[in-house]
């Protein structure tokens, strides 16, 4: 049995988006100096690459944080199949499931250009995780060329290749709009008090605006203080690796160096309620 466990996760990171994803490190580390996986775009809405900014990736990688991709363009570009789905994709995603319903060649051709991505900047590569946590068949389909160990959804984490599935109902919120900020809150202060606790492993998939709200950021940080008491931080390839180990299954990640070894992160005591 593994110890309880949690990881820290920040999505859209980008040079577009990097001020605010900044803001949001900052209040991680105001809570405490925990490991991340920063979720990386390669062409965030069809920026261009930016050098400066994959420097500062680097630096982020050899301190130990983790870099996953995330998508490639980061925008849903294909046509809704009817109602729901354009409601799926339109409103609740704003136009950004970019895997939602793509088949499984162009799939292919997005995940392979982001792995060449992380190649040529000699980043390992263990996890890929769908913008909004939408993957059509043909991307499922497509995760298999390449040797990752790790996708996951809202709710289930999953070691590759064998999809062995983990549930791990993500903290997330939404900010977008007053209504789905008070949503958020009610929502994440429900699943706390569901028994979410008694979970193996619980992330927080945080975004870069979690940090400009002054009650959103409160939120999360009470809860990752709170669990923090705990729990375990990780990075989400570090967890796959140990989770994988007690289900005694090989791993193959996608490393093309040897990257250096994470430090030790201390955890500091916290509140007793979120």
């Known amino acids: 049995m593994m110890e309880p466990s949690l990881c820290v996760v920040l999505h859209d990171v980008s040079p577009v988006t990097w001020a605010a994803c900044q803001r949001v490190i900052d209040a991680v580390g105001e809570v405490a100096p925990v490991p991340m996986t920063l979720l990386a775009v390669p062409r965030y809405h069809g920026a261009p690459r930016d050098p400066a900014f994959e420097d500062l990736l680097t630096r982020r990688c050899e301190c130990g944080d983790e870099l996953a991709l995330h998508g490639y363009t980061h925008l849903d570009d294909g046509r809704p199949s009817g109602v729901v789905d354009a409601l799926r994709r339109r409103w ?61 959804t809202l709710r289930r984490l999953y070691a590759l290749p064998r999809r062995h599935m983990l549930t791990s109902q993500s903290i997330v919120y939404s900010t977008r709009a007053r209504w789905r900020r ?76 040897q990257a250096p070894s994470a430090p030790a992160f201390r955890t500091e005591r916290a509140p007793r309620q979120p």
């Open 92 to 152: 609740y995603t704003a136009g950004e499931g970019e895997f939602a319903s793509l088949r499984a060649d162009d799939a292919a051709g997005r995940l392979l250009a982001g792995a060449r991505w992380f190649q040529e900047n000699r980043w390992p590569l263990y996890g890929f995780v769908a913008p909004a946590w939408l993957m059509s068949p043909g991307t499922w389909e497509a995760l298999a060329l390449l040797p990752l160990t790790y996708t996951a």
């Open 182 to 257: 008070a949503t958020s809150l009610m929502w994440n202060r429900a699943l706390h008090h569901a028994g979410q606790d008694a979970q193996m492993l619980v992330r927080f998939e945080l975004h870069p605006h979690d940090a400009d709200y002054p009650i959103i950021r409160r939120s999360w940080q009470r809860l990752l203080a709170w669990h923090l008491q705990y729990r375990r931080a990780y990075t989400v390839a570090d967890f796959v690796r140990q989770w994988q180990g007690s289900l005694d299954v090989p791993t193959a990640p996608m490393t093309y160096h």
